[in-house]
Structures are given as structure tokens and as C-alpha cells.
Nanobody, 121 residues
Framework: QVQLVESGGGLVQAGGSLRLSCATS????????MGWYRQAPGKQRELVAA???????NYADSAKGRFTIFRDNAKITMHLQMNSLKPEDTAVYYC???????????????WGQGTQVTVSS
């Protein structure tokens, strides 16, 4: 089975930095796109950043200039570098991948379990 595992969350003071990582495993044929979503208490899940297979990226307005999404050379791990963190960034961050498994002819969404990011003031 395909598995996405997030890591790197934690507690950081405002203005600090964290790097989130999402490791993929399983019978993956190709990954069309990956992204980071977050959900804070009482709020809807929102897209933070995404990256396509050809390297195109897009960011939420709140993340532009502070966050950077990228993948390693093997493209099996996705990262989100978060700088200048604000208390408003506090949320559970989820890894998402839209991918095609080996033996399949269509793409499907997969989600990680989430990692908590807490930014203190």
C-alpha cells in the first residue's frame, strides 16, 4: 500500500523556522502532484503549498515569501521549509499526494497522518 508519513513538526517561537518532511513509500508509478495542507482548530483545511511533477509550485497568500516547497532528487520525499513562523501558522499539517500506483491507469489522492506545528508568541 501507498503510505505518506509526515515529520518535522514541533513547537517553535514566532519568527523561527521548521522543516516538514513527507516520505512516500509503496508501489508508486508516478506522482502527479504533492502538497501541504493545514487545519487549525475551528477552521477549514486549507492548501499551504503544492508542487507538480514538472516542478511548478504554488502557495497560499499567507505562505508566500516565507514557505518553500521542494522535493529531493529521488522525488520520494517532499519538504516544506517554513521560515518567519507566526502564531497563525499553528495547525496540523498534512501531506497530500496525487499519484498513480503501479498497475493502475488513474491517479488517486493519498494523505498522511499529519504533524502538529505550534508557534508560540
Amino acid at each position: 500500500q501507498v503510505q505518506l508519513v509526515e515529520s518535522g513538526g514541533g513547537l517553535v517561537q514566532a519568527g523561527g523556522s521548521l522543516r516538514l518532511s513527507c516520505a512516500t513509500s509503496g508501489s508508486i508509478f508516478s506522482i502527479n502532484a504533492m502538497g501541504w495542507y493545514r487545519q487549525a482548530p475551528g477552521k477549514q483545511r486549507e492548501l499551504v503549498a503544492a508542487i507538480t511533477s514538472d516542478g511548478r509550485t504554488n502557495y497560499a497568500d499567507s505562505a508566500k515569501g516565507r514557505f518553500t516547497i521542494f522535493r529531493d532528487n529521488a522525488k520520494i520525499t517532499m519538504h516544506l521549509q517554513m521560515n518567519s513562523l507566526k502564531p497563525e501558522d499553528t495547525a496540523v499539517y498534512y501531506c497530500n499526494a496525487h499519484l498513480t500506483t503501479r498497475g493502475s491507469s488513474w491517479s488517486t489522492d493519498y494523505w498522511g497522518q499529519g504533524t502538529q506545528v505550534t508557534v508560540s508568541s
